[in-house]
């Protein structure tokens, strides 16, 4: 059964805390079709999240869309050296 079956009817994926106490006080943030739709990296928020996920000392997944990557390469690296995840 699920660890908050009531909190969290349509969960999809969970772990029992009983079963994996290391996932006490996680939780997975997932970042879709990143960095920016736009080509042009002054219309990308990434700055903005990366400093905004420092600020809370906070990790994230950023799923790529690979026809989103071209001219964001820096603000990945700097993603990726800081420790976040990047995904196709």
């Known amino acids: 059964t699920p660890a908050h079956p009531l909190a969290f009817p349509d969960t999809v994926l969970w772990y029992d805390p009983k079963v994996f106490p290391q996932v006490v006080g996680k939780i997975a943030l997932t970042i879709d079709d990143a960095p920016c739709r736009s080509s042009d990296p002054q219309h990308s928020m990434m700055p903005a999240v990366l400093?905004?996920?420092r600020e809370f000392d906070a990790q994230a997944t950023f799923f790529l869309c690979t026809d989103y990557v071209r001219g964001h390469e820096a603000g990945l690296r700097e993603a990726i050296r800081q420790g976040h995840?990047?995904?196709?």
């Open 51 to 53: 400093q905004l996920l």
């Open 85 to 88: 995840e990047a995904g196709l």
